[in-house]
């Protein structure tokens, strides 16, 4: 279990350094949780980020799923570092999000966008044709 927690940072600390630069002095945290209905979560506190990854990805999920899934969740995170959101803007996005389909539409897009820019288009596919339990 640690170690497979371990190998989630490792592989989010890779990708950072190899295609989020722009993160550079953000440390994100990776950790495995119940999270129900979702692959991953984001959260942005104001003392800690942590990317959140359901306990059942790594037991239905390739490697190359897991990587889409984690560049998926850094490019959320290089969104708010580009708009240069603090704590505050990042939480009221996060409310929007939660409140509205079409805001939510919006992000996702963009977020899809991102994905292709970084060249993880192989990885995002295979994520994306992997069902939900
Ligand atoms: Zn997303």
């Known amino acids: 279990m640690l170690k497979q927690r371990d190998n989630y940072q490792k592989i989010v600390n890779e990708l950072i350094e190899k295609s989020f630069p722009e993160l ?22 104001p003392w800690e980020k942590c990317i959140f990854v359901d306990t059942k990805v790594r037991k239905t999920h390739p490697r190359l799923g897991i990587i889409g899934l984690l560049v998926h969740e850094l490019c959320h995170f290089s969104i708010f570092k580009k708009n240069n959101w603090g704590w505050f803007k990042v939480n009221f996005d996060y409310l929007c999000y939660s409140l509205s389909k079409d805001y939510r539409k919006r992000v996702e897009g963009e977020v899809e966008k991102m994905i292709l820019e970084k060249g993880y288009k192989k990885e995002n596919k295979i994520l994306h044709n992997i069902k939900k339990w």
Do not use: P, Q, R
């Not at 990776?30 to 692959?39: R, S």
């Open 24 to 45: 550079g002095n953000w440390e994100i945290k990776v950790t495995e949780k119940d999270l129900g209905n979702f692959k991953g979560k984001i959260k942005f506190y």
